[in-house]
């Protein structure tokens, strides 16, 4: 965006820079780029094998089970329930993915669905690779790259907002590419709309439209302000508003917000974590190196205030707050590194990466069979057990395992899982007093009438249930207890 | 003139009139700003007499210090109501009683661990101050000490800005000190920290070293343990003013403040062992919120979050920045993003910062009152500040507020050496209104063993394993909060009985009865 491109390193026009410095010096660069490669392909390679792992996002079941019943008796117009508890009426904001996905399992199964978002993880390094490699080379993208890698894995699950994290990063470029040539990119209107249907943080991308345009706007001489500009986040929203769910998509983003306060991953950031840490230490360098520099254009300054704004207030976006800030902090430090590349190197960087890629790609496909075939991370030992209740029954759960329970049992009705959209607030109010066991707990349980329960191993309600309430613990699977009701309740 | 911009150009300094030439007192500086400021050509509009618009954007500035001192004022007039303020009560009673600086005593027979007393002389002081005028005279000592962190954080702005200025970022920086503000020595601290980074400016302006910083830690470090702070800013701009060449020759002699702070803070009569006590306090930082992780969804981080948005956009879209400015930057972030508690000492750094960019910008828009007439106003309104102040306290903070107190009957009947279950501070007010009694808890947690506050933190949460410390602590009485996990567990599990009730708590007794 304007006023970030500070380097005069022009990979993309390599003619234009042909070799400098003497031969030491040159194959001294030589050598750095080889290792640099290297790294670049390590990360990529610590990617692929992060993604070969089974599956072991609690959510990742109810956007399963939700692909399919959209496959089947489910319509976009109403969507069912996952549990019989979850009354309230949601709009899906993800459904696309869901669909993808659920078929992808159709087809090959769990390893299918692995393979699949390790795929999608690779994309995401290179398109994040890519905004930054635009501003600088090789080996100060490299590092940026890897800098917000920290910051997003945590991000980097079985979840459609993989994909939200892939178009905010391509957005942010098309941007770029549009204000630097003084277009009006068109582009994103469509992609918003396709955003759309495949994660609900389309609007950070409608977010970021307002700001590069307001920095466009402030950085433009007068007289000469690029007014346009704002008729893409205009039109995005409006592009939004025409999926196949409708203009309710708008309101989705105030059924969000009415919850996050019961969403841990929606709460304020710790910058005690190290994804908080990375991006802070990527920010704060940014900062000292700007400060040095002074006069900074408006565009990048308020992408830094949106991204530091995020940040801090919502965990969930230091993922998108770190690729914001990656590819700026690349073109800062892409001045102390003025290194002009051949024609060449670019084909060999490209070749390199090329065949990295596919290679992985393979390597997952063959890994992922193997690998990837069993959830982890829940209860599994249950199964036969939860397998012979009565459809319909009822199982109190307190964290995310009820997930897991609705997507392998399909007939029965965990107390929650993640798809808060689902419950009515006041149900939700209910239910944080049950696994503190504070008062309130109890009759939540009786008007809930489980006839099982998958409870946290050594947890309050465990003891409580057991104590107080005279249930029987009859097996037990790593974190969790199963637990039935004794002869006197 | 032009040779003195262009060396301070890259120091942060540029655009403040003031600072450009030698200066010994924040007066002066305010005398040559308002001199600069008023010596620019009249825009448009402003020829002739100023417009009564203009007389009262003038006194603008005034006005709103002068409604933030009656407000911190009103503050000051409430009564005592943090949980901690009781507990350092009592401990200062203690030391001017039984307790000795090096073995001090336990507050309950729960709290067994060895420990360090790092606020000795405020929780003597308020312990004298109460003895000779009760709670209102606490009040008031506080009251005071809040007024003077206003004027300290105002006077450290003043020197770097315009009026306006810095009365913006004095009120910014109080909103965020807002809920630090309680009758606890921590309010001491929040000041000298105040004193110590407008010494460090001053350093910057005149390159005379304040020695007296290290008799101030000397005093800091018997008056509350944040005293580590005032050492980190000194370090922070130690380097700074290294990094910007302002120390030429005497990088090695100006190192001495800090350090010499650092060597003042162990010859308190307690000694070395005072560097030990923050140990301590690392060790029991999960168990202690205020230690915790800062949310930037409460208003003082939040305040302090725009307070850093606002100067990073007028820092960034001027010249280049100095490297002390700049680390006192890094170092504020830093406070505020990891610990709560150190969001207001963030804010009082980053106050100066702000008021300075401010000033740039605002220098040719605002024409500053005299100096005369500030400083007769500031004084005259803080002295109207302390005699409300002295008014108020007899009838308004004449009794404690937030605690049980409907209970005191009860607890008052209970032999000495009882325990009563508590699950928050009302254990510390217990232990000053009745020093026989023994709650389970208060907010000294340095006196308290981590295995016992493991096994307390079961007991609160009602996990498995809480009933063993119910047994353990021998408590037949408890003063929970109504409806919180460990309450329910009590009444639905041990069958305690609920025979009082103060919102938001709950007098339980044990079945069978008190003993």
């Known amino acids: 965006m304007s006023g970030t491109t500070q380097t005069p390193v022009r990979p993309e026009d390599p003619a234009e820079a042909p070799g400098e410095g003497t031969p030491a010096q040159r194959s001294f660069d030589r050598k750095v780029t080889a290792v640099t490669l290297l790294c670049l392909v390590a990360l990529l390679l610590r990617v692929a094998v992060y993604a070969m792992k089974p599956l072991a996002n609690a959510d990742t079941w109810f956007h399963l089970r939700i692909g399919h019943e959209l496959w089947g008796p489910w319509s976009l117009a109403h969507p069912g329930t996952l549990t019989r508890f979850a009354t309230a009426d949601w709009v899906p904001t993800q459904w696309a993915t869901e669909m993808l996905v659920a078929k992808v399992e159709d087809w090959f199964g769990l390893p299918g669905v692995a393979w699949l978002f390790g795929a999608f993880y690779l994309a995401f390094v290179l398109v994040l ?6 501003r600088a080379d090789l080996l100060v993208a490299t590092m940026a790259t890897g800098a917000a890698l920290i910051s997003a894995a945590g991000v980097l699950s079985v979840r459609p907002q993989v994909l939200s994290l892939i178009l905010f990063v391509v957005t942010g470029m098309v941007w770029q590419r549009a204000v630097e040539a003084g277009r009006v990119p068109w582009l994103l209107v469509p992609l918003t709309w396709v955003w759309a249907c495949v994660h609900g943080l389309w609007s950070a991308g409608v977010v970021l439209g307002v700001v590069v345009a307001a920095g466009a706007l402030l950085d433009a001489p007068r007289g000469a302000r690029p007014w346009r500009l704002l008729s893409i986040p205009l039109l995005s929203v409006v592009a939004a508003a025409v999926t196949p769910v409708g203009p309710r998509l708008l309101a989705s983003q105030l059924t969000v917000s009415a919850r996050t306060g019961f969403i841990s991953e929606w709460l304020p950031t710790s910058f005690r974590t190290p994804p908080a840490i990375a991006f802070a230490a990527m920010a704060g360098v940014l900062v000292l190196l700007w400060a040095h520099r002074g006069k900074i254009a408006w565009t990048p300054l308020l992408l830094l205030l949106l991204a530091c704004g995020w940040a801090a207030l919502v965990t969930r976006m230091l993922a998108f707050s770190a690729v914001l800030v990656a590819p700026l902090l690349a073109a800062e430090l892409a001045a102390f590194r003025n290194r002009p590349v051949t024609a060449a190197q670019v084909r060999a960087e490209r070749r390199t990466v090329t065949v990295a890629v ?116 009859v097996s037990r699977d790593a974190g969790w207890v199963y637990l039935v009701p004794g002869r006197a309740s | 003139m032009l040779a003195a911009a262009s060396s301070t150009q890259c120091l942060g300094l540029r655009d403040v009139p003031a600072l450009r030439a030698s200066f010994t007192d924040t007066w ?53 109501n943090n949980g901690d303020a009781w507990f350092h009560l009592r401990a200062g009673h203690l030391f001017w009683g039984s307790w000795s600086l090096w073995h001090p005593g336990a507050p309950t027979r729960f709290a067994t661990s060895a420990w360090v007393p790092t606020q000795w002389s405020t929780e003597m002081l308020t312990a004298k101050v109460e003895d000779w005028f009760g709670l209102p005279g606490v009040a008031f000592f506080y009251g005071l000490v809040y007024l003077a962190f206003l004027v300290a954080v105002y006077g450290a702005c003043r020197r770097l800005s315009g009026p306006l200025a810095g009365a913006v970022a004095t009120g910014a920086a109080v909103f965020a000190a807002s809920t630090t503000l309680s009758a606890r020595p921590q309010v001491v601290s929040l000041v000298l920290i105040a004193v110590t980074v407008d010494a460090w400016w001053r350093t910057r302006a005149d390159g005379r070293l304040r020695w007296w910083l290290l ?55 307690l000694g070395p062992k005072l560097l030990l006590s923050q140990l301590a306090v690392s060790e029991r930082t999960p168990m202690i919120a205020e230690w915790g992780a800062t949310s930037f969804r409460t208003v003082p981080a939040l305040v302090v979050g725009v307070m850093v948005a606002v100067l990073l956009v007028l820092w960034l879209r001027g010249e280049r920045v100095g490297a002390m400015p700049l680390l006192l930057l890094v170092l ?21 910062l702000l008021a300075q960019a401010l000033t740039e910008r605002l220098r040719r828009r605002t024409r500053v009152p005299t100096d005369r007439v500030e400083r007769v106003v500031v004084a005259l309104a803080a002295l109207a500040c302390v005699a409300g102040l002295a008014a108020a306290v007899p009838s308004s903070a004449d009794r404690a507020a937030g605690v049980p107190d409907a209970f005191a009957p009860r ?59 119910v047994a353990d602590s021998g408590a037949r009485n408890a003063v929970m909060l109504a409806g919180s996990p460990a309450t329910t567990a009590l009444v639905e599990e041990a069958h305690w009985r609920v025979v009082q009730r103060d919102a938001p708590w709950v007098y339980l007794v044990a079945p069978g009865g008190a003993r």
């Open chain 1, 358 to 473: 596919v290679v992985l790609l393979g390597l997952m496909a063959v890994a992922v069979p193997r690998t990837a075939t069993a959830p982890a991370g829940v209860p599994d030992r249950f199964a036969p057990r939860l397998a012979e209740l009565p459809q319909g029954s009822a199982v109190l759960v307190e964290d995310a395992v009820g997930s897991w329970i609705e997507y392998r049992f399909p007939g029965l009705d965990p107390t929650i899982d993640g798809m808060f959209d689902a419950y009515t607030l006041d149900y939700l109010h209910r239910f944080q007093a049950v696994p503190p066991v504070a008062a309130g707990w109890a009759s939540f349980v009786r008007q809930a009438h489980p006839q099982a329960a998958v409870l946290v191993r050594g947890s309050a309600l465990e003891a409580a249930m057991r104590n107080r309430l005279g249930w029987r613990a």
């Open chain 1, 129 to 134: 690779y890519g905004a930054c490699r635009r």
């Open chain 2, 411 to 469: 607890l008052a009947a209970l032999p000495r050496g009882s325990a009563v279950l508590v699950e928050d501070s009302s254990g510390a007010w217990m232990e000053w209104r009745f020093p026989g009694v023994q709650p389970v808890i208060d907010g000294l947690l340095d006196s308290y063993s981590v295995a016992y506050m493991r096994r307390f933190d079961t007991f609160w949460r009602a996990e498995p394993g809480w009933r063993g410390f």
């Open chain 2, 28 to 80: 002066t500086v305010t005398v040559q700003t308002e001199r600069a400021a008023v010596a620019e050509p009249p825009r448009t509009g402003d020829a002739g007499a100023p417009s009564p618009v203009r007389r009262l954007l003038n006194r603008s500035p005034l006005a709103l210090l002068l409604f933030l001192m009656a407000l911190v004022a009103q503050v000051g007039a409430q009564p005592l």
């Open chain 2, 215 to 269: 008799p101030m830690t000397w005093v800091w470090a018997t008056a509350h343990g944040l005293w580590t702070a005032g050492v980190l800013v000194s370090l922070a701009c130690w380097l700074g003013l290294a990094l910007e060449g302002r120390l030429r020759g005497r990088v090695g002699r100006a190192f001495l403040v800090p350090l010499g702070s650092l060597v003042a803070a162990t010859l308190t009569p």
């Open chain 2, 332 to 352: 504020a972030c830093g406070w505020a993003a990891l610990v709560t508690r150190l969001v207001a000492p963030a804010a009082v750094l980053v106050a100066p």
